[in-house]
């Protein structure tokens, strides 16, 4: 059963180009380690859906990130 997430914790090193994602929920967390994303895309990606889609919400079965029932042209 999906989890609406609550927080996100995200840091990208610029060392080694590596992101690294971490969302809560009610009760629970998932980490994403650095080498979760491909490319720096991937990274940003994520973070853009972390940041400005709500709510946002994590299904542990199938492992997806996703944005749900969010009124169309809202005019974000």
């Known amino acids: 059963m999906p989890v609406q997430v609550t927080k996100y914790y995200a840091r990208w090193s610029p060392t080694n180009h590596h992101g690294y994602v971490i969302i809560y929920w009610d009760g629970g967390s998932k980490s994403f380690p650095e080498s979760s994303f491909g490319t720096p895309v991937e990274f940003q990606i994520v973070v ?20 749900n029932q969010e009124p169309v042209g809202e005019g974000e």
């Open 48 to 67: 853009d859906l972390l940041r400005n889609e709500k709510p946002i919400w994590w299904d542990e079965p199938t492992e997806r990130l996703y944005a």
